[in-house]
């Protein structure tokens, strides 16, 4: 376990290839335990955010999680904390069979085979695919590929869980299963979420992103209203 606060972020900038200025100065602390969601427009910044959380881009500025600065050098010990649910499923699915899939993160951490194994079977129980081990990931549906990355999230016990829009794809079943899952879990979460309902029965705090920057830190239910985030709420009642 690592001490307080468990993901530090001063000042960070980020600017893609191509000149977009993704990040223009983001501060953000977690703690231990605490979930997180964040919300804001489409192209505001929130995936780029988390991608700096385990080193995946690295922009101006100091990100420290576990009070380990993200840097070449951590970065091992920095993506063994760090668990990152991508937006896109297939850019974490590529192993050739569903199991092994998940199976990989045990196994490349130096897990006996059989024990790899076996925790995989298990996360893949955990989000409702226990089935599917012998399948081909890229002959699945989008929904069940979210599940197997899940899976493959989650059998490597990080401290910290990061979810880049979890719900979708997943049908209304699978989103209670998921809420229910996320709630039984301990560790802390930050979560990009457009589905607010995701937010509400998560997370109690929100970071609400605009063009780059956190405009607005407080209570979840707070945000939404502040930002007419409610997909609910029907305009002009
Ligand atoms: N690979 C890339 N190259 C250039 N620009 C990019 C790249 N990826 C994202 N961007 C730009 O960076 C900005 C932030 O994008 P980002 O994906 O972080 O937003 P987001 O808040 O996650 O949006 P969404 O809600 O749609 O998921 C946008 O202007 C986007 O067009
Ligand atoms: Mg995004």
């Keep these: 376990m690592c001490g307080e606060p468990l993901i530090e972020v001063v000042n960070l900038r980020f600017r893609y290839e191509d000149g977009t200025a993704a990040l223009d100065g983001v501060d953000f602390r977690l703690s231990a335990s605490e979930t997180v969601a964040l919300l804001g427009p489409n192209g505001s ?63 490349s951490a130096g897990v006996p085979p059989e024990e790899a194994l076996r925790r995989a079977r298990q996360a893949l129980a955990q989000v409702g ?61 930050i979560i990009a979420t457009h589905d607010v309902n995701l937010a509400r029965a998560l997370a109690q705090r929100a970071v609400f992103f605009e063009r780059g920057r956190i405009v607005s830190d407080g209570p979840v239910e707070e945000l939404i209203e502040r930002f007419g985030w409610d997909t609910s709420a029907a305009s002009g009642s």
Excluded at 50 to 69: A, D, I, S, T, Y
Excluded at 149 to 175: F, K, M, N, R
Aim: net charge negative; aromatic share 4%.
């Design 45 to 107: 910044g929130k995936t780029t955010f988390l991608l700096h959380l385990n080193g995946l881009l690295q922009g101006e500025g100091e990100v420290r999680v576990c009070g380990l600065k993200v840097e070449k050098q951590n970065l091992a010990a920095i993506r063994r904390k760090v668990g990152l649910l991508f937006q896109d499923p297939d850019e974490q699915l590529f192993m050739p069979s569903v199991l092994e899939d998940v199976a990989f993160g045990p196994l």
């Design 129 to 189: 695919m226990a089935e599917a081990c012998d399948r081909a990931p890229y002959h699945l549906s989008a929904g069940e590929k979210r599940r197997v990355a899940l899976a493959g999230v989650l059998v490597a016990e990080p401290e910290v869980l990061i979810l880049d829009e979890p719900t979708t794809y997943l049908d209304p079943p699978g989103q209670r299963d998921l809420v229910a899952l996320l709630r039984r879990l301990p560790q802390a979460k």
